[in-house]
């Protein structure tokens, strides 16, 4: 069974549309910061060596709902979004990965139901064997994150 913390990674690779908030602490520890999101999700599949991979992209966008950075300067603003953005996206990538092997090497189960697009691009007559090639297969997680508002702050 997958800990609940895990099943918002989950349904971010498994769905389209999916909103929630990501907490944040900051290196310093000093800093957090709460985004509100959105993300979209799409699914492409190739073969390569042999081998299906699978590229599950997510697009994130954001406002920013609780931070304690500082923006008194005009100029920091920038900055500081893009250090959050990068923050939240390094986050995700790490998380989403570790949940992508447990699938695979632990549960070996499509619980991302991204199988179907093997299927729909190289035939129900491969159905077999698609499925069973899942733990061998690659997959991908790539973020576009974007933050759209800093909320009160700015």
């Not at 498994?14 to 985004?35: F, H, P, T, W």
């Not at 931070?67 to 603003?77: A, G, L, Q, S």
């Not at 070996?108 to 007559?125: L, P, S, T």
């Not at 576009?144 to 009160?152: A, D, E, Q, V």
Request: glycine share 4%.
């Amino acid at each position: 069974m997958i800990p609940i913390e895990e099943a918002v990674y989950v349904n971010m690779l498994r769905n389209s549309d999916v909103k929630g908030n990501i907490s944040l602490v900051m290196e310093d520890y000093k800093s957090a910061v709460d985004v509100e999101c959105i993300t979209k999700r799409k699914v492409y599949v190739d073969k390569a060596d042999g081998k299906l991979k699978y590229t599950i992209k997510l697009s994130l966008q954001g406002e920013i709902k609780l931070n304690t950075f500082n923006f008194n300067e005009e100029n920091d603003v920038e900055k500081i979004l893009d250090e959050i953005e990068v923050q939240l996206t390094n986050n995700l990538i790490e998380n989403l990965n570790k949940i992508v092997e447990r699938a695979k090497n632990d549960y070996e189960i499509d619980v991302f139901d991204i199988q179907k697009y093997a299927i729909a691009k190289y035939g129900r007559e491969n159905e077999d064997k698609i499925r069973e090639s899942f733990k061998d297969s690659e997959i991908e997680v790539v973020i576009n994150t974007k933050i759209r508002s800093t909320g009160r702050y700015k």
